[in-house]
């Protein structure tokens, strides 16, 4: 079955960086859309960044500028470099993959931007 396993969430202080990691499996990676959300605690999940099977890329307003998303389709992996992050970055960031009508969620990882 599909599984997708984020990494490289942790504790950061403002300003800091850090580089998120999806890897997929039991999926043909290179023919799905990858997203990467964020649900901070008391709010709904908003998109942080989305990348095309083709490469097209889009940004959440709230991370443009700061984040870049990337895959690696021979390592069927996807990426989420986040910079300059803020408190207001503090959320689980969950990865998702979708080929409709499929769409698949990772367990999410937790970051944490504080002093």
């Known amino acids: 079955q599909v599984q997708l396993v984020e990494s490289g969430g942790g504790l950061v202080q403002p300003g800091g960086s850090l580089r998120l990691s999806c890897a997929a499996s039991g999926m043909i990676f290179s023919i799905y859309h990858m997203g990467w959300y964020r649900q901070a605690p008391g709010k709904q999940r908003e998109l942080v960044a989305l990348i095309t099977s083709a490469g097209s890329t889009m940004y959440g307003d709230s991370v443009k500028g700061r984040c870049t998303i990337s895959r690696d389709n021979a390592k069927s992996t996807a990426y989420l470099q986040m910079n300059s992050l803020k408190p207001e970055d503090t959320a689980v960031y969950y990865c998702?993959?979708?080929?409709?009508?499929?769409?698949?969620w990772g367990q999410g990882t937790q970051v944490t931007v504080s002093s």
């Open positions: 998702n993959a979708v080929r409709p009508p499929q769409n698949h």
